[in-house]
């Protein structure tokens, strides 16, 4: 499975590229924040202008975010045992749909 930013369309109310990305879970946890704190939660119109603005934000949040651990994947050590009492450390592949 890729992981997947999200992106947009360029018809401005088309989400499809957007649904079940790193961008709409970035959606939904800012939501579930603010039914915490009492606060109403994020429009979801999708005619809506701000909407669109407010996920190509997201969009570009999540996109950043995938951009740099991709980049920067040999930063990244996981430690393995390796059955004799030691460990074996490896980086990292990332399969990244729509960057």
């Known amino acids: 499975m890729a992981i997947r930013p999200g992106n947009l369309t360029v018809v401005p109310n088309d989400y499809t590229q957007y649904a079940g990305s790193m961008a709409e879970q970035i ?8 039914g915490l704190d009492g606060l109403p939660a994020l429009p979801g119109d999708a005619d809506d202008r701000e909407v669109r603005d407010r996920r ?43 960057l």
């Open 27 to 34: 959606e939904i946890q800012l939501n579930a924040l603010l």
């Open 56 to 98: 190509r934000l997201f969009v570009a949040i999540a996109r950043g975010v995938v951009k740099h651990l991709h980049d920067n994947r040999t930063a990244i050590d996981i430690r393995v045992p390796d059955g004799e009492g030691g460990t074996v450390t490896v980086n990292p592949t990332f399969e990244i749909e729509g």
